[in-house]
């Protein structure tokens, strides 16, 4: 019984492991090198070659007024938050070209 | 019957090893009592019923949102909806100051709350000997919050403190 009791215990805490939570939203700049549908490519300030997707949920802005994603062109500087999974974008800052 | 409660006793012994306790969680009703508790012993008997002495003019409403927009944005948001990146992490979470919530308590209860801060949650204590305007003053600015217009909330971002990420991200956008 008591054999049973650590074997059930040590699964639950194992499984413990899959609420395991994501850090924090990562942000880049940089400026727009391609957009393919929904996959934006970015190369950053930092000099990184980076790609993200936009989904429904993204929202884009220009100052304080609201964009949209057709504002987002190739040679597009731009702000991008992304969501905790790291690929998708939650807020697309569009500024100049 | 006692193994199955062991085990059920577990689980949560097992994330909280695994995790920690994390302030992303809301409060339980416990929790959530004791910060009320808190918030109500932040309030001297002298100041509870006491009444604004600032009269409000558009001049202390602008004034007053300024300093807000500086020292109180951060968590609670130029709205003061409480809906920022800290104000949702902090435990409890920033309240919705255009509530009744908030809006209920008197005038010398919110003063009493900014003076002496909450202890046991996020909220600080403001201010010091000397500055008893100031804080009257923003106590007319929550008591406006509820009907601000979005042109105000829009005119408060001069005034909030900008990181250098922010500033770099800014002039980045501008093309600079």
């Known amino acids: 019984m008591i054999r049973k009791l650590i074997v059930v215990s040590l699964l639950l805490f194992v499984a413990t492991a899959a609420f395991a939570h994501a850090g924090h939203h990562h942000k880049y700049l940089g400026t727009v090198t391609a957009v393919h549908g929904d996959e934006v490519s970015l190369h950053t300030t930092d000099g990184h070659d980076v790609t993200f997707t936009v989904t429904s949920a993204t929202s884009f802005k220009r100052g304080d007024a609201d964009a949209s994603r057709n504002d987002v062109t190739v040679g597009t500087r731009v702000s991008v938050e992304m969501t905790l999974d790291g690929k998708t974008a939650s807020v697309v800052k569009v500024g100049a070209k | ?176």
């Open chain 2, 1 to 176: 019957m006692l193994v199955v409660l062991i085990v059920i006793a577990l689980v949560p012994a097992g994330a909280i090893l695994q995790h920690g306790i994390s302030a992303r969680d809301e409060p339980t009703r416990g929790e959530a009592m004791i910060a009320r508790m808190m918030r109500h012993f932040a309030v001297p008997a002298k100041l509870r019923d006491a009444k604004n002495p600032i009269p409000v003019t558009p001049e202390v409403l602008t004034e007053a949102s300024r300093h807000f927009a500086d020292h109180c944005a951060q968590c609670h948001g130029n709205d003061g909806r409480g809906k920022t990146e800290v104000g949702k992490s902090l435990y409890p979470k920033a309240p919705d100051m255009t509530l009744a919530s908030t809006q209920d308590l008197s005038d010398g209860e919110l003063f009493a709350i900014i003076r002496n801060g909450v202890r046991l949650t996020g909220m600080p204590a403001w201010g010091g000997d000397g500055d008893d305007a100031e804080d009257w003053k923003l106590v007319r600015f929550i008591r406006h919050m509820p009907n601000m217009s979005k042109e105000e909330i829009r005119a408060m971002k001069r005034f909030n403190p900008i990181s250098r990420a922010d500033l770099e991200e800014e002039e980045f956008l501008n093309g600079k």
